[in-house]
């Protein structure tokens, strides 16, 4: 089950800057990439690492306004003030580092479109939140959503997008809500007060997409066990229905149970875990076109140790068993996370089955 698995990074993801003391660091991609370097996956011959072009204007429209687009533009020429109502905030060259990054996720579509590579990588990618008119939640433009309006276009007919990101994928719900040939599942924390308020049960799409959108939402502190089943019991039967061409994941690393922003209560095993199943599934379903990209993650040092995780498991680059190992947290947090399986969160995948497997005919 190998193929050529792509990296894509470029320095200019650095100028996607939301100042000092913001919780979102620009780094986290450059990191994941040094871990790479350092265990020598790019001398493997079906690894490639590759710098991608910024996206060009026409490609932001397939999402985003004009007048979005030349907001953006235009604060960040003045170098300061918010871009959103709280949290996205402006420094000199954020537009440049955003179509920069958008610009890493069209090439990983491209390559996959055009048979060039079997799984791409975009870390510096996964901005969930964006929406067509406005930035939120540290996203300027939805490139989850661009790639996936991008290979529609190329002519795939079915693409699902599994976001794991620790916030509900809002942004791209929203872009493909009223179509059935984009499947949008999200996993992610749930309840009062918590960003951005939205992925219920409830919200299964509408018109042309009911039960195309997809949401679990998870109580705080679901950990490696619960969250592993909430996954098994929902997206491989809603993949294997579904028969996507091509398989998106955003895979933000904010679930973690260290991340000072979220919540849940992920280890890297379930990372591990989770990218096993979504590379054996692309195999089984899509001839292995995966395409992953990035997301939250506000302790940068775990981030880049989930990512480079994400990346061996799936491109099956060879790496020294104990620098592999280095990568995971401890067995004994691991072990503890594996425990048991959570009522509450037994019910939350009742309901999901019951609001959405009747629209792909699973019993
Ligand atoms: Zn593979
Ligand atoms: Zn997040």
């Known amino acids: 089950m190998t193929g ?4 894509l990074y470029s320095d200019a993801y650095l100028k996607y800057n939301l100042g000092e003391t913001h919780p979102l660091k620009p780094d986290r991609c450059k990191r994941t990439l040094e871990i790479l370097r350092r265990l020598g996956v790019f001398d493997d ?3 490639m690492l590759v710098e991608p072009n910024p ?20 604060m960040s020429e003045r170098g300061y003030g918010l871009l959103d109502l709280g949290d996205t905030p402006v420094t000199k060259g954020i537009y440049e580092g955003a179509v920069a990054r958008v610009g890493g996720s069209l090439e990983g579509a491209r390559l996959l479109a055009e048979g060039k590579a079997t799984h791409a990588f975009n870390f510096g990618g996964g901005w969930h939140h964006a929406h067509r008119d406005g930035a939120a939640g540290f996203c300027v433009f939805n490139d989850v959503a661009i790639a996936a309006r991008f290979l529609l276009k190329r002519g795939f007919r079915r693409i699902a997008i599994i976001d794991i990101d620790g916030h509900h994928g809002d942004g791209t719900q929203e872009a493909f809500y009223e179509e059935s040939d984009v499947l949008t599942i999200s996993f992610h924390r749930y309840g009062f007060g918590f960003y951005p308020g939205t992925g219920s049960t409830e919200e299964i799409g509408e018109n042309e997409g009911k039960g195309y959108s997809v949401n679990v939402p998870l109580p705080a502190g679901t950990s490696d066990a619960s969250y592993l089943f909430a996954f098994g019991e929902i997206v491989p039967p809603l993949l294997s229905a579904f028969k996507p061409e091509i398989l998106i994941q955003q895979f933000g690393a904010d679930a973690h149970y260290e991340d000072p922003l979220v919540g849940l209560a992920l280890t890297t095993h379930a990372y591990e875990e989770i990218a096993k199943r979504m590379h054996a599934l692309a195999h089984s379903l899509c001839e292995g076109r995966l395409l992953i ?18 990346f061996l498991v799936i491109s099956g680059a060879k790496c ?8 995971h947290d401890s067995v004994e947090v691991r ?4 425990e048991k399986i959570s009522n ?3 019910k939350v995948v009742e309901e999901v089955k019951k609001k959405v497997f009747k629209f792909h005919g699973i019993g």
């Open 4 to 7: 050529k698995s792509v990296f």
């Open 55 to 74: 996206a060009a204007e026409e490609e932001l429209k397939l999402i985003h306004s004009e007048e979005y687009i030349n907001f953006v533009k235009r």
């Open 320 to 327: 020294e068993k104990s620098a592999y190992e280095k990568l």
């Open 335 to 338: 072990r503890k996370a594996s």
């Open 293 to 310: 990209l990035g997301g939250g993650g506000y302790k940068p040092e775990n981030v880049a140790r989930i990512w480079s995780l994400a």
């Open 344 to 346: 509450e969160v037994r």
């Open 45 to 47: 011959e079906n690894v």
